[in-house]
């Protein structure tokens, strides 16, 4: 355990230096920052000073000229502490705002290297939380630790001066001060216990906050709200609970140094009265110290509170930068041959492959795709497909065998073979932007020319082209202002103008009605003059052009060929093709008789949905 606390504290500092190494790149606004906390710090010293003096000159000399003098240099320092302050605000807004712009970048640039498995298990509410509040505390913490330090170092000055008045004023608040400082070491101890914990349940609202949002459609038609709010409810009620817990503890810890202090400040007094009753201590003195007094006996609290804020700045900073520690959540591992260019040919030489242990999705799998080619991979639901083009986009490396790319083995490849690759899932996401912003994400030079030939090529154009802003029309968060079918045309047209060499569309055509379905297999088609092409299929009727056909079943292929080969020598393929094809037949006859009898059909891939405006 306690070789635990100490690795734990070691990671806790490392990532507290790694924060402050961003501070190197502002030195100038670093410079100005702390210039002005020690220009307060002083101010802060002789201010007390000036008006223990005005006490004393009304009080024992009675020399009210010279405490105007006091009081006015009083004023001066007090208006001289504004202006410096007002000075300081603008110096460290900048450098707070430039530091957690440039660690935010680093952390979002390197959380998308964490490995798919890893975000999925984490969940985005982690994210979202340790970008945003872990990262505000963080900021916070460092300028609150920089006023400490400064406060803490006036405070010494305290100290020092109050020794030279009256040694054993001094010795009795240097014993204040450990005690005040042994109640602080229990509350950041507590501290230290109970924050990660209330930290940890905060993601998880804030994850299932996120995806009830995402999935607000799902919500809805399935009459999930109730349970919905329910389950918030009960990870809020928990969330509470801790974080309760945890206020009362340090509240009740902060209300104990309050008494120590109440009684210590008696206790001070009385000692004053006795040593003045002795001839020990003259009454100006009395004045000066007991105008010190204050400041002197807090610091203990600016010591327990600088102790406190190292703490937290080491939770937020652990807990930030631990998405880009590879030992915590593992990240995709990339070589360093770049291929500049890449012909489209791929080979899996005995690969398998498994997310969890015992489990494998796939088991010794061995196919060649030649540059050019239009291939697919069929089956049931969970048989590998998708498994298979994850690999192939290199969003996991396999278990045991070995991919090849141009004769080059995957593992060894740089991170910039994602330029390569472009896949359109089932259910794909759009960004809340434009139309023309969102093709501007895979290719910034993007021309309305290219943006619009494209569109062609997916069947989008002409209900892009109705819409009130064209391509200015915003689409939604996840284009939740489409319907399924154009979201996916537009998705198919954004994947085209990437310009890879691969690309693979994953149940890409399954939200379109026969027509589009039909338009769009036939650009397809189109493309393997110069792409190879990559279709994961549901309905075989899609692919009954392909060059090759795979045939996967439980993880293993169990034969391939033309659609004409498997339909006469493969017999489940037969039977699914024979299946699907009825079903069809069926469908088609079904809508026949409803509109021959004058109702009108509407599909959810047929529907047209205006893009409103705001």
Same mark, same amino acid.
């Given at each position: 355990? $306690?070789?635990?606390?100490?690795?734990?504290?070691?990671?806790?500092?490392?990532?507290?230096? $790694?924060?402050?190494?961003?501070?190197?790149?502002?030195?100038?606004?670093?410079?100005?920052?702390?210039?002005?906390?020690?220009?307060?710090?002083?101010?802060?010293?002789?201010?007390?000073?000036?008006?223990?003096?005005?006490?004393?000159?009304?009080?024992?000399?009675?020399?009210?000229?010279?405490?105007?003098?006091?009081?006015?240099?009083?004023?001066?320092? %007090?208006?001289?502490?504004?202006?410096?302050?007002?000075?300081?605000?603008?110096?460290?807004?900048?450098?707070?705002?430039? @530091?957690?712009?440039?660690?935010?970048?680093?952390?979002?640039?390197?959380?998308?290297?964490?490995?798919?498995?890893?975000?999925?298990?984490?969940?985005?509410?982690?994210?979202?939380?340790?970008?945003?509040?872990?990262?505000?505390?963080?900021?916070?913490?460092?300028?609150?630790?920089?006023?400490?330090?400064?406060?803490?170092?006036?405070?010494?000055?305290? #100290?020092?001066?109050?020794?030279?008045?009256?040694?054993?004023?001094?010795?009795?608040? /240097?014993?204040?001060?450990?005690?005040?400082?042994?109640?602080?070491?229990?509350?950041?101890?507590?501290?230290?216990?109970?924050?990660?914990?209330?930290?940890?349940?905060?993601?998880?609202?804030?994850?299932?906050?996120?995806?009830?949002?995402?999935?607000?459609?799902?919500? $809805?038609?399935?009459?999930?709200?109730?349970?919905?709010?329910?389950?918030?409810?009960?990870?809020?009620?928990?969330?509470?609970?801790?974080?309760?817990?945890?206020?009362?503890?340090?509240?009740?810890?902060?209300?104990?140094?309050?008494?120590?202090?109440?009684?210590?400040?008696?206790?001070?007094?009385?000692?004053?009265?006795?040593?003045?009753?002795?001839?020990?201590?003259?009454?100006?003195?009395?004045?000066?110290?007991?105008?010190?007094?204050?400041?002197?006996?807090?610091?203990?609290?600016?010591?327990?509170?600088?102790?406190?804020?190292? $703490?937290?700045?080491?939770?937020?900073?652990?807990?930030?930068?631990?998405?880009?520690?590879?030992?915590?959540?593992?990240?995709?591992?990339?070589?360093? @041959?770049?291929?500049?260019?890449?012909?489209?040919?791929?080979?899996?030489?005995?690969?398998?492959?498994?997310?969890?242990?015992?489990?494998?999705?796939?088991?010794?799998?061995?196919?060649?795709?030649?540059?050019? %080619?239009?291939?697919?991979?069929?089956?049931?639901?969970?048989?590998?497909?998708?498994?298979?083009?994850?690999?192939?986009?290199?969003?996991?490396?396999?278990?045991?065998?070995?991919?090849?790319?141009?004769?080059?083995?995957?593992?060894?490849?740089?991170?910039?073979?994602?330029?390569?690759?472009?896949?359109?899932?089932?259910?794909?996401?759009?960004?809340?932007?434009?139309?023309?912003?969102?093709?501007?994400?895979?290719?910034?030079?993007?021309?309305?020319?290219?943006?619009?030939?494209?569109?062609?090529?997916?069947?989008?154009?002409?209900?892009?082209?109705?819409?009130?802003?064209? /391509?200015?029309?915003?689409?939604?968060?996840?284009?939740?202002?489409?319907?399924?079918?154009?979201?996916?045309?537009?998705?198919?047209?954004?994947? !085209?103008?990437?310009?890879?060499?691969?690309?693979?569309?994953?149940?890409?055509?399954?939200?379109?009605?026969?027509?589009?379905?039909?338009?769009?297999?036939?650009?397809?088609?189109?493309?393997?003059?110069?792409?190879?092409?990559?279709?994961?299929?549901?309905? !075989?009727?899609?692919?009954?052009?392909?060059?090759?056909?795979?045939?996967?079943?439980?993880?293993? #292929?169990?034969?391939?060929?033309?659609?004409?080969?498997?339909?006469?020598?493969?017999?489940?393929?037969?039977? !699914?093709?024979?299946?699907?094809?009825?079903?069809?037949?069926?469908?088609? =006859?079904? =809508?026949?008789?409803?509109?021959?009898?004058?109702?009108?059909?509407?599909?959810?891939?047929?529907? @047209?949905? !205006?893009?409103?405006?705001?």
């Amino acid at each position: 355990m $306690k070789d635990f606390e100490e690795k734990k504290s070691i990671k806790g500092f490392h990532n507290l230096k $790694k924060y402050l190494c961003y501070f190197k790149n502002y030195k100038w606004l670093c410079i100005g920052f702390w210039a002005s906390l020690l220009v307060t710090g002083v101010i802060g010293f002789f201010a007390p000073l000036a008006l223990g003096n005005v006490i004393s000159s009304m009080t024992v000399t009675q020399d009210f000229t010279m405490a105007v003098t006091f009081a006015l240099i009083y004023a001066g320092l %007090q208006s001289a502490d504004q202006l410096v302050y007002m000075a300081r605000v603008p110096l460290f807004k900048k450098l707070e705002n430039y @530091v957690k712009r440039d660690v935010k970048m680093d952390i979002i640039r390197d959380s998308f290297n964490i490995n798919i498995g890893e975000f999925e298990k984490l969940g985005n509410g982690a994210f979202i939380t340790r970008l945003t509040n872990d990262l505000n505390s963080l900021a916070n913490s460092f300028k609150s630790i920089s006023e400490t330090i400064v406060n803490f170092m006036s405070r010494i000055g305290f #100290i020092v001066f109050v020794f030279i008045t009256n040694v054993w004023l001094g010795l009795f608040l /240097l014993t204040f001060i450990i005690i005040r400082y042994l109640v602080y070491q229990v509350r950041i101890h507590y501290f230290a216990i109970m924050k990660p914990g209330v930290l940890k349940k905060s993601e998880y609202i804030n994850s299932m906050i996120g995806e009830s949002i995402r999935g607000i459609k799902d919500i $809805k038609t399935l009459g999930l709200s109730s349970n919905i709010i329910g389950h918030v409810n009960e990870l809020q009620e928990d969330f509470m609970k801790a974080d309760n817990k945890e206020w009362y503890v340090g509240s009740a810890l902060l209300m104990l140094a309050n008494f120590v202090s109440i009684i210590c400040n008696f206790l001070f007094i009385v000692l004053c009265i006795y040593l003045i009753g002795l001839g020990r201590l003259d009454l100006t003195i009395f004045y000066s110290v007991y105008v010190y007094k204050n400041s002197v006996m807090e610091f203990a609290v600016h010591l327990g509170n600088l102790q406190d804020y190292f $703490k937290e700045i080491e939770v937020n900073a652990f807990r930030v930068f631990q998405l880009a520690n590879n030992e915590t959540y593992l990240h995709d591992q990339f070589g360093n @041959v770049s291929l500049p260019v890449f012909n489209g040919n791929i080979e899996f030489q005995n690969v398998s492959f498994q997310y969890e242990e015992g489990e494998k999705i796939l088991d010794d799998v061995s196919f060649k795709i030649s540059s050019n %080619q239009h291939i697919a991979f069929v089956g049931e639901s969970g048989c590998g497909k998708s498994t298979i083009v994850a690999l192939i986009c290199k969003l996991y490396d396999p278990t045991d065998g070995v991919i090849l790319f141009d004769n080059t083995n995957s593992r060894t490849l740089s991170q910039d073979f994602g330029k390569h690759v472009a896949m359109v899932n089932q259910a794909p996401y759009l960004f809340n932007l434009t139309i023309r912003e969102n093709m501007q994400l895979v290719n910034s030079r993007v021309t309305d020319e290219e943006i619009f030939q494209a569109l062609k090529f997916a069947n989008a154009y002409e209900f892009v082209k109705d819409l009130p802003l064209g /391509l200015d029309s915003f689409l939604g968060e996840g284009g939740t202002r489409l319907s399924g079918g154009q979201k996916q045309r537009i998705c198919i047209a954004r994947a !085209l103008l990437k310009n890879s060499k691969v690309i693979i569309f994953d149940e890409a055509t399954s939200a379109l009605d026969n027509i589009s379905q039909e338009y769009v297999m036939e650009s397809i088609e189109e493309l393997k003059t110069d792409k190879t092409i990559i279709t994961i299929a549901h309905r !075989l009727s899609t692919i009954e052009n392909c060059d090759v056909i795979y045939f996967i079943d439980q993880g293993k #292929i169990i034969d391939y060929g033309t659609h004409e080969y498997l339909l006469k020598n493969n017999k489940k393929y037969s039977t !699914l093709y024979n299946k699907q094809k009825k079903e069809d037949k069926e469908q088609a =006859q079904k =809508q026949e008789k409803l509109l021959s009898g004058g109702e009108a059909v509407v599909t959810n891939s047929s529907t @047209v949905n !205006l893009l409103h405006e705001n």
